[in-house]
C-alpha cells in the first residue's frame, strides 16, 4: 500500500513537474549549421545551460553512484543518506523535468523509471538494510544501463562498477 501510494505521488510529479519552469525557459540557437539549441534559464535552471551542461552533470551523478557503491558495501549510513539526497536532488533530474515537453517519450519513461528506481534505493537505504540497499542500488544503475544503451551508444554501461 505504501509503495503504490509513493509510486503514484512520484508519477504525478513526474508528469507534473516542469510545467512553471518551462514557462521561464527561453530557446535560442547556439549554432545553426549544428542545429544546437541553448536553453536560458532563469535562476532556478541556470546551472544548466545546454546539452553539454546536461552531460557534465551526468557525469556528476556518475561520480556520486560510484562514491554510493563504496558506502553501501562499507554500510557507511551517514555518507548514504547524504548521497541519496544528491541524487534525488540532482541537477540533470529538474532537467529533464523543465524540458521533458521536447524529449522523446521513450527518454521520459527511462527517466520515470531512474526516479522510481532512486526512489527505492532512498527508501532501502533509510531502512538501513544493506540488502535491500543492494539490490535498490543495481536497479538505479540497471535503469542507467538501459537509458544510456538507447540514447548514449558510447556509455552504453556501467561496467565502472566492476
Do not use: Y
Request: hydrophobic content about 40%; some cysteine.
Amino acid at each position: 500500500m505504501k509503495k503504490s501510494i509513493i509510486l503514484a505521488i512520484l508519477i504525478v510529479c513526474m508528469f507534473g513537474c516542469g510545467k512553471k519552469e518551462t514557462e521561464k525557459l527561453e530557446e535560442r540557437g547556439v549554432s545553426s549549421e549544428k542545429g544546437q539549441k541553448e536553453v536560458k534559464a532563469n535562476e532556478e535552471l541556470g546551472f544548466i545551460k545546454n546539452e553539454e551542461g546536461f552531460l557534465v552533470h551526468m557525469k556528476n551523478i556518475k561520480v556520486l553512484l560510484k562514491h554510493l557503491s563504496t558506502s553501501i558495501n562499507q554500510q557507511n549510513w551517514d555518507d548514504i543518506k547524504e548521497d541519496t539526497k544528491k541524487l534525488k536532488a540532482a541537477s540533470p533530474v529538474v532537467f529533464t523535468g523543465a524540458i521533458k515537453d521536447d524529449l522523446p517519450v521513450e527518454f521520459i519513461n527511462l527517466d520515470v523509471k531512474f526516479h522510481l528506481s532512486a526512489l527505492q534505493l532512498i527508501s532501502a537505504c533509510q531502512e538501513k538494510n544493506k540488502d535491500k540497499a543492494t539490490t535498490a542500488f543495481f536497479n538505479v544503475v540497471n535503469s542507467c544501463d538501459e537509458c544510456h544503451a538507447k540514447f548514449n551508444k558510447k556509455e552504453a554501461s556501467t561496467s565502472w562498477f566492476q
